[in-house]
């Protein structure tokens, strides 16, 4: 959690009833993890059950229970329809190709540590114990193989015996990466 995206959370959620729901767009746009929007949420949520409360105990008090509910529902249905776009998987006769789109917030510019944390990112998104098993054992393969295609566009490759994983990161701070499984 940086400090600048906590500030962003509790200045969003200051509108009434709608401001924890301007907090989880923001940051579905800006991270596309669920688990990463919640902690922005909670964060912003009292800021938003206050002026919510302020507002309605003195303008419609007969309201006020109902419409305290509604900021902390109507997020979380949100953050999950931004964030699940991310993956999408398809199949051959000879292999199975999963793709994942992943926004990248880091600053560091060491392919080892982008691999690892765009890796990590989609390995928590995959659902399938298998998969999830045997891509995890990846982490350990060989060595990276970078290229730069030109300049804002990074490709780095891992190959581990059947599973070829590659990553494109590109200067929209979009990481596209593409696992194929051969059978």
Request: charged residues 20%; proline residues 5%.
């Amino acid at each position: 959690m940086t400090r600048r995206d906590t500030l962003i959370s509790i200045i969003s959620a200051i509108p009434p009833i709608i401001g924890t729901s301007i907090t989880s767009f923001i940051m579905s746009r800006k991270y596309g993890d669920l688990k990463e929007v919640i902690k922005y949420v909670m964060i912003g949520l009292p800021v938003t059950l206050a002026t919510t409360y302020y507002l309605f105990i003195n303008i419609i008090p007969k309201y006020a229970d109902y419409l305290i509910a509604i900021p902390a529902i109507l997020p979380l249905p949100i953050s999950f329809l931004l964030t699940r776009n991310n993956i999408s998987v398809n199949y051959s006769e000879d292999y199975i190709e999963i793709k994942f789109k992943i926004p990248i917030n880091m600053t560091s510019h060491d392919p080892h540590e982008l691999f690892n944390y765009v890796f990590n990112k989609a390995l928590g998104k995959i659902r399938n114990p298998y998969y999830h098993y045997k891509l995890s054992a990846v982490a350990n393969c060989s060595g990276l193989k970078v290229s730069y295609q030109n300049e804002d566009k990074l490709v780095i490759r891992r190959k581990c015996g059947d599973i070829d994983i590659k990553i494109i990161i590109s200067s929209k701070k979009i990481a596209d990466m593409v696992i194929d499984i051969s059978y």
